[in-house]
Nanobody, 112 residues
Framework: EVQLQASGGGLVQSGGSLRLSCTASGFDFSNYVMGWFRQAPGKGREFVAAVGRNIYDKYYAESVKGRFTISRSVAENTLSLQMNSLKPEDTGRYYC?????WGQGTQVTVSS
């Protein structure tokens, strides 16, 4: 059974940091593009960051460039998102995606 388990969300003040993790099980994801998306209340799901099969191929939404860093560990079957200098507009539910699979999401709330 394919499972993506996201964790690391929480409540943080503006300017703070959080680190999200997504652990995959049930398949070999080493050949997949992996990414993070988020959805704020009342809005659609939007792209945040992605990392290709080559760990040096990384892509970011303009709104998070310079603040967020995506990384992957094939050995640990884990995708991570380090989020620094968080802003209230970063609030939302964050979802990991690997290929066509989605995790259940983890809530991030940034207070002003």
């Amino acid at each position: 059974e394919v499972q993506l388990q996201a964790s690391g969300g929480g409540l943080v003040q503006s300017g703070g940091s959080l680190r999200l993790s997504c652990t995959a099980s049930g398949f070999d994801f080493s050949n997949y593009v992996m990414g993070w998306f988020r959805q704020a209340p009342g809005k659609g799901r939007e792209f945040v960051a992605a990392v290709g099969r080559n760990i040096y191929d990384k892509y970011y939404a303009e709104s998070v460039k310079g603040r967020f860093t995506i990384s992957r560990s094939v050995a640990e079957n884990t995708l991570s998102l380090q989020m620094n200098s968080l802003k209230p507009e970063d609030t939302g539910r964050y979802y990991c995606r690997i290929g066509q699979y989605w995790g259940q999401g983890t809530q991030v709330t940034v207070s002003s």
